[in-house]
């Protein structure tokens, strides 16, 4: 492969001939393909090696008929069909385009076909690969589906996420052979000269949303597909880039394999380029066959395409179902079943249900294509997952800032209010330590919460698709995230610890000892809030709703556990079971103890208030509020650091659930 080789074909045709006014560079470029597409095909279709065949899908899912607030009418449920009786059949070598309208079932034809829909509805239909009917297991490892949006890394340059992909997928293969794997796709959608770009996202510009979309496609690609299933690959491109995509797709077509893809408004040009169009509308499949079969049909049937318009636009138009009055959804409705009857009473479906009888009878099937995969361990995943992770954290110059900082940045608040501390019990010695214990007790886990909330959605997107794909399981990437973000988070309460015990509030235990102990029993709460957040967010799709699920959370623990609302002794039985569940109770007694074990404090007998000097050791506040506590030290630190492995073993759990019940 020549790199950006078709991107310098395509420059070269405009730089020869730049005086022809008349005809649009472009639509000669894509004549030109087009002719290649069209001829190789037919020479390599002579012997196919590869087949899909799709029988009688139909999905129906069962719906309310009402809002919930209107419980006669919630109580009712309708079945609603999204998908009614699709066959089909293609051969390797053949690109199809399916058509139609907003909301006419495509997307979820191509879920179905991938085995990738969700369990909300019932399923009906057989997919046969080579004549070989597909396991449920079996899916994932013989499609490639490229979604309509591109879940990418945003730091990531192109060749970097490729790599990383190739790394995940294909074990075997050394790091030269990935090296010139990830070259040779990256020629192939003419990527070569973005190589080194970054992805790029919402917050900082990247790459272009073509280049995004091949990128996409490259990936899928790096595992040798012989059937790729896209999504709307070309919606939201300008019209050239679109019909380079197209021409693209033929062309990975041409070297047998099967493409599917759904497109809307395609151009009259790509006429020539499917090898078969299928038209969607209302979960029915209107029309399949090759082009030329598609106007000789739709003439037959007294839809003539009129000259100069897109006969794509025109018979999309023809078989959409108008539901803008209910005249015209009638009308409509109508056409589109003589249409769809017609169709199926046409030469052209009873030879695909030939084709497919064949393909299913024949004795000799070949093997089912699958992608190659020889994946690596569990632990090599994580390893590059974490690699991967890290890399494109270490690039997010602000993110990091930010993150590093935020901790401090609170503390600066607590510093500032409280300025000094002192030992003079009537000067609030014992209150205002008590202050900063359950500042930093209470505070963290918020600022964990916030991060893993903005950060972790896109990462879980991403884990979703790939982990359809077959690239590795959701709790995979749950482990990588939290590895990752761990020495940040270690560093973050240590610049947030150092500072307020050794720069600012000078007067707590300037030892060695006690400030490493503080800093480990800070380090928890926050690590705590953003691995619940992340547990969370495994089995709650909305962030917000995570959000405030942690923040509840965490204000009922410090109230219950913390013993500074109300004693742990005055309060009811049942809140002194419930405070051993939570790690406010171990982090606030060894804070307590950390700080006040031994301190000695003066007081200004000078005060007229009655009592004020009894407190006079440090000792008395462990003994009066949390008996027990200094014996109790080694244990709380394992109780505290149990919690720990704890929520990593319910985030393996949750990400479990979530492979159950989220498809992607
Ligand atoms: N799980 C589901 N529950 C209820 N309705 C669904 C479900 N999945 C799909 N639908 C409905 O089925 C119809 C077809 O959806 P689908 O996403 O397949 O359309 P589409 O042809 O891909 O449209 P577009 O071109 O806009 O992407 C829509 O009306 C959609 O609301
Ligand atoms: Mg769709």
Redesign the pocket.
Known sequence: HRPGGDMNRFYSMQMEEPQNGKVNESFRFVAEVKKDVWRDSREEQSEPTCSLSVRKISYT?S?RVGPWWDLPSYRKRWT?Q?LNDVSFHVDSGQIMGIL?N???????LLDAISGRI?N??TLLGEVFVNGRKLKQEQYQDCFSYVLQSDNLLSYLTVEETLTYTAQLALRKHSAEAIKKKVSAVMAELSLSHVAHSVIGGQVFPGISGGERRRVSIASQLLQDPRVILLD?PTTGLDSMTANQIVVLLAELARRNRIVIV?I?QPRSELFRVFNRIAIMSRGELVFCGQTEEMVDFFSQCGYECPEYCNPFDIYVDFTSVDTRSSEREAATFTRMHEITSAYQRSTIYQSMLEKMEQSLQRSDKPAIPFKSKESPSGAAKLGVLLRRTARNLSRDRMGVLMRLSQNLIYGLFVAFFVIHLDLDVTKGAVQDRIGIIYQSIGASPYTGMLNAVALFPALRAISDQESQDGLYTKWQMFLAYIFHILPLSILSVFIFTSFLYWLVIMGMHPEGLRFLCFTAVVLVPHVIGELLTVVLLGVVQDPNMVNTGVALLNIAGIVVGSGFLRGTQQMPQVFQWLSYLTFQKYSCELLIVTEFYDLQFTCNNSTSLPGACVVTHGNQIIEEGYPGALSRYTLDFVLLYAFLPALLLLGIISFKIRDKVVRH
Request: charged share 20%; net charge neutral.
């Open positions: 899912v719906e609603r999204i139609g907003s909301g006419s079932g495509k997307t979820t969700g909300q509805g709307e759904t809307h």
